[in-house]
């Protein structure tokens, strides 16, 4: 998938947040580290460092939702990150994304902790995230 292709999906992915452009979406592929997983209707995006992998992004087009394309993308994005050496896998979601905190749930996602204000929304308001963790098991 192009950068561009991202922030497309990204855009409308979340339309009430400030989207990522195509350039923020090259730099972080660049980065060592990043895993790309997915297609051009739902991707992950996360970055190992050492021991700990950080999901920087999860985003699926409006009409490819519920289709479990963003599970099979994860689950992908999780298995290479423990083959690049990760133990663990962070992320944040909005704390009033219900449907991305169910998926994280199904996937074996626990909260570890709270931010306040994490989130701006076009209009001016703050929602927190919540941080979520995961342990991966090395078979």
Do not use: C
């Not at 950068?3 to 990522?20: G, K, N, Q, V």
């Not at 050492?50 to 394309?69: C, I, K, M, Q, Y």
């Not at 704390?95 to 076009?122: C, H, I, S």
């Amino acid at each position: 998938m192009t950068p561009e292709t991202l922030a497309e999906i990204h855009a409308a992915a979340f339309p009430d947040t400030r989207s990522w452009s195509a350039q923020e979406f090259s730099k972080l592929l660049a980065q060592q580290g990043a895993i790309l997983s997915g297609d051009d209707r739902s991707f992950v995006l996360l970055r190992v460092t050492l021991d700990e992998a950080e999901v920087l992004t999860v985003a699926t087009a409006p009409s490819f939702r519920r289709n479990g394309l963003a599970a099979a993308a994860l689950e992908k994005a999780e298995e290479t990150a423990q083959k690049s050496g990760a133990t663990q896998v962070f992320l944040e979601v909005a704390e009033d994304n219900e449907p991305a905190k169910a998926l994280y749930a199904r996937a074996g996602y626990t909260q570890v902790g709270r931010r306040p204000n994490y989130y701006l929304l076009k209009e001016g308001a703050a929602v927190a995230a919540l941080v979520l963790q995961k342990q991966l098991v090395r078979a």
